[in-house]
């Protein structure tokens, strides 16, 4: 098939790396489109173009005229179907009249910018939720992807706490996302506080608007260590990862931190309060620090010990299988109402 990837948002968070990751992986299988803006990079330069397999084949558009230029885009790359990520890209390929068939993962939550195209994709329990009746098109339930990280040596390990400033007998609670008010990192640090743990540190890693109000919130045993290309490494360098989100519609952050083994911490807001449990993690209720400041004692206490999850059905080959199965089916069916 041909196929054509739209997503317009800037930097490199989850929504941008499972977007990269399905193109990749469909490569190997497809020819391979993916359509952003030309203002794609965060201010510390992060972007998805970096992450992209070779085969995937780019086009930037930049703001000016953007639907005009989409629908010429498409028109030129004339594929099967085209498929989007989150709102703005959903909307604008919604409002175009292409005759091709249209579908969307639903990265956050379904509302009135997907209601124009054949179907979605929901990663979630509370997604498919929120999709009315009116909507004329069709729905299905995948699981969200991830390719499970690369291990560590011991020497690499060391590396990663020594630049968090952690010694090797310190506990290195971590958290990592984007510094935003609804990932709410600002419970962390309260939570982290109350906990009053001797021989704990704090390291916190990701950018965004909030960073700098964060810093002078934190206290003397917190780091900040900003964007990283390496952020997953950490995951086996920490004792605990904590993710203190108002809401996490997935919660990849958290897959990936059982991938690295680590004890989570997760809240009672999204589809990581029903998977994160199954694999030994608590869940605490969202903004509310004083529980969170428990649980990271609790585990501090016992200890707990990095662990092997069985996460198979996440994997990447898996649900790539199944959106091919998904997209056939869709075209298909538009198909037949064409003819």
């Not at 994709?121 to 729905?139: K, Y």
């Not at 004890?263 to 999204?270: D, L, Q």
């Amino acid at each position: 098939m041909k196929l054509a990837h739209v997503i317009f948002t800037r930097g490199f968070a989850g929504s941008e790396r499972g977007t990269a990751e399905m193109c990749n992986a469909q490569a190997e299988r497809h020819e391979v489109w993916i359509i952003v803006g030309s203002h794609n990079r965060s201010e510390a330069g992060a972007s998805i173009l970096e992450r992209l397999d070779p085969r995937v084949q780019v086009i930037e558009l930049s703001h000016v005229f953007r639907n005009f230029q989409l629908k010429r885009a498409l028109k030129q790359i004339a594929p099967d179907l085209i498929h989007t990520h989150l709102g703005q890209a959903s909307m604008r390929v919604g409002e175009l009249d292409l005759g091709i068939p249209t579908i969307a993962t639903l990265h956050n939550r379904f509302n009135e910018k997907h209601a124009r195209l054949d179907g979605v994709l929901c990663i979630t329990t509370h997604q498919e939720r929120t999709i009315g009746q009116e909507f004329a098109g069709r729905s299905w339930r995948i699981h969200n992807s991830y390719v499970p990280h690369r291990r560590l040596s011991p020497d690499e390990i060391a590396e990663c706490r020594r630049f968090a400033g952690a010694a090797p007998d310190e506990y290195l609670v971590g958290g990592i996302g984007r510094m935003v008010k609804i990932k709410a990192f600002e419970l962390l640090l309260e939570a982290y506080e109350k906990a009053a743990l001797p021989d704990a540190r704090l390291v916190i890693i990701g950018e965004g608007v909030e960073l700098e109000n964060l810093k002078a919130a934190a206290g003397d045993r917190v780091r900040f260590l900003g964007y990283r290309e390496d952020a997953r490494d950490f995951f086996q360098a920490f004792d605990l990862f904590v993710c203190p989100s108002r809401v996490e519609y997935f919660g990849r952050v958290c897959l990936e931190a059982l991938d690295g083994g680590v004890p989570v911490i997760t809240t009672a807001e999204g589809e990581p309060e029903f998977y994160v449990p199954r694999y030994g993690g608590t869940v605490v209720p969202k903004d509310d620090a004083d529980a969170m400041a428990a649980a990271i004692r609790q585990h501090h206490a016992a200890k707990t010990p990095h662990a092997t999850h069985d996460l198979t059905q996440y994997e990447l080959p898996a649900v790539v299988a199944h959106v091919d199965e998904i997209y056939a089916e869709l075209v298909a069916a538009h198909r037949t109402q064409t003819v």
